[in-house]
C-alpha cells in the first residue's frame, strides 16, 4: 500500500525557516518524481515544486522560487522541503504528492498533510 | 498563464440524482493533461479523473470525465452519500511544469 506521511509543520514567525518531511513507503521511491502541493484555508490546492526520481532537476511555482528547496533522499525513500523567508501567504497544508504511474503527471497519491501556520 | 474556471460554484442535489460540473480552460489545452479531484472535509485531495476520462485506481464508475479543447465536464450518474464534496480540475503544462487548479466546485446535498 503506498503510503505518504508529512512532518515537521509548524507555527513560525514571518521571515522564519521551516523544514518538512515526507516519509514514503508501498513503492519504489526513486522510480517517481515527487511533488509538494498546497492548499492555503478555504483554497484550492496550490502546486509548490517537484523533484525528478534522481534528484536532478526541481522546479518550482513562482510565488515560492528562491525561498524554498526541494530534495530527497532516496536511500531514506525520504522527500524534503526546505522554506526561507516565511510570509503569511505560505500559511496552507502542506502536502506531498506521487504521480501516476507512467508518463501521466497527475498527482494519484497524496499524503495527510501537515500543517504550516506563519504568524507573529 | 492558463487559467481553469468551475461552475457552477455551488450544486445542490440529491442522492440518487446526476451531478454534471464543468470545467472551463482560457486557451485550449491538451486533454491528456487535465484532471479532476475530490476533496472530502478534512481530507487529501483524490484523484478520479486523469487525461479528462479515464478513472483513476479504485474509482467507481459512476464518475466519468470528458471533453477537449477548453471545456471539460465531471459527471457524476447517480450521487452516493459521499460524493457530496468539493471537487476540481487540473491542468498541467510541460514547459516550464506547471499546475493549475480550478478554484473548486462544492457539491452540497439539497
Known amino acids: 500500500e503506498v503510503q505518504l506521511v508529512e512532518s515537521g509543520g509548524a507555527v513560525v514567525q514571518p521571515g522564519g525557516s521551516l523544514r518538512l518531511s515526507c516519509a514514503a513507503s508501498?513503492?519504489?521511491?526513486?522510480?517517481?518524481?515527487m511533488h509538494w502541493v498546497r492548499q492555503a484555508p478555504g483554497k484550492g490546492p496550490e502546486w509548490v515544486s517537484l523533484i525528478t526520481w534522481d534528484g536532478g532537476s526541481t522546479s518550482y511555482a513562482v510565488s515560492v522560487k528562491g525561498r524554498f528547496t526541494i530534495s530527497r533522499d532516496n536511500s531514506k525513500n525520504s522527500l524534503y522541503l526546505q522554506m526561507n523567508a516565511l510570509t503569511t501567504g505560505d500559511t496552507a497544508m502542506y502536502y506531498c504528492a506521487r504521480p501516476v504511474a507512467g508518463m501521466n503527471p497527475h498527482f494519484e497519491y497524496w499524503g495527510q498533510g501537515t500543517l504550516v501556520t506563519v504568524s507573529s | 498563464e492558463i487559467v481553469l474556471t468551475q461552475s457552477p460554484g455551488t450544486l445542490s442535489l440529491s442522492p440518487g440524482e446526476r451531478a454534471t460540473l464543468s470545467c472551463r480552460a482560457s486557451?485550449?489545452?491538451?486533454?491528456?493533461?487535465v484532471a479532476w479531484y475530490q476533496q472530502r472535509l478534512g481530507q487529501a485531495p483524490r484523484l478520479l479523473i486523469y487525461?479528462?476520462?479515464s478513472r483513476a485506481t479504485g474509482i467507481p464508475d459512476r464518475f466519468s470525465g470528458s471533453g477537449s479543447g477548453t471545456d471539460f465536464t465531471l459527471t457524476i450518474s447517480r450521487l452516493e452519500p459521499e460524493d457530496f464534496a468539493v471537487y476540481f480540475c487540473q491542468h498541467y503544462t510541460r514547459s516550464p511544469p506547471t499546475y493549475t487548479f480550478g478554484q473548486g466546485a462544492k457539491l452540497e446535498i439539497k
Open positions: 487525461g479528462a476520462s
Open positions: 486557451q485550449s489545452v491538451s486533454s491528456f493533461y
Open positions: 508501498g513503492f519504489t521511491f526513486d522510480g517517481y518524481t
